[in-house]
T-cell receptor, first 111, second 116 residues
Framework: RKEVEQDPGPFNVPEGATVAFNCTYS??????FFWYRQDCRKEPKLLMS???SGNEDGRFTAQLNRASQYISLLIRDSKLSDSATYLC????????????FGTGTRLTIIP | DAGVIQSPRHEVTEMGQEVTLRCKPI?????LFWYRQTMMRGLELLIY????????DSGMPEDRFSAKMPNASFSTLKIQPSEPRDSAVYFC??????????????FGPGTRLTVL
């Protein structure tokens, strides 16, 4: 089983729609969770951290379910500029700086 | 403030040649990471350093790969001899630990390596 699993997509979504991505992780001792965004032929960049209580940043909402080892990202009112690959990222137990990246979910917003 | 700097941005070489990739992390960051990204395998961690010391090189695929960090502002990833299956985008990233908490990793623009 992969350490971090994501649906690769692609997701083709009309502008203005709401889209949700899911991710599962295998290491129950994982402590920190993130969503990174990667534009075509660019480097990954942090989109948002994911906290146990769930967190929101504008149109983006991230949630964590530790019992099910499941992370989600919701994008509301999607914009053309949201087109990118979204990487689910998990780190190992405290003291270990290693990150494990999912292979990413590709999103295309259609005008 | 300059981000992570990598060179070269593109490298095309022939099988058997030595390839050296370079990275300058963000000043003040004490962690440096080397990743490789391919369509098939996604983003894989090769090795990372803390305060210039290699901490975990379990992701380095073979003895043909080696990495060094002679000082806080410079690191190299070397492949010798290179093979076509080494073709990928190689990213360098840096981060800093503050207050005992993990902080964001900042990635360089990557080096796109093609081995013919």
């Amino acid at each position: 089983r992969k350490e971090v699993e994501q649906d690769p997509g692609p997701f083709n979504v009309p502008e203005g729609a709401t889209v949700a991505f899911n991710c599962t992780y295998s290491n129950s001792a994982s402590q920190s969770f993130f969503w990174y965004r990667q534009d075509c032929r660019k480097e990954p960049k942090l989109l948002m951290s994911v906290y146990s209580s769930g967190n929101e940043d504008g149109r983006f909402t991230a949630q964590l379910n530790r019992a099910s080892q499941y992370i989600s990202l919701l994008i509301r009112d999607s914009k053309l500029s949201d087109s990118a690959t979204y990487l689910c990222v998990v780190n190992h137990p405290f003291g270990n700086e290693k990150l494990t990246f999912g292979t990413g979910t590709r999103l295309t917003i259609i005008p | 403030d300059a981000g992570v700097i990598q060179s070269p941005r593109h490298e095309v070489t022939e099988m058997g040649q030595e390839v050296t990739l370079r990275c300058k992390p963000i000043s003040g960051h004490d962690y440096l990471f080397w990743y490789r990204q391919t369509m098939m395998r996604g983003l894989e961690l090769l090795i990372y350093f803390n305060n210039n010391v290699p901490i975990d090189d379990s992701g380095m695929p073979e003895d043909r790969f080696s990495a060094k960090m002679p000082n806080a502002s410079f690191s190299t990833l070397k492949i010798q001899p290179s093979e076509p299956r080494d073709s990928a985008v190689y990213f360098c990233a840096s981060s800093r630990l503050a207050g005992g908490k993990y902080n964001e990793q900042f990635f360089g623009p990557g080096t796109r390596l093609t081995v013919l």
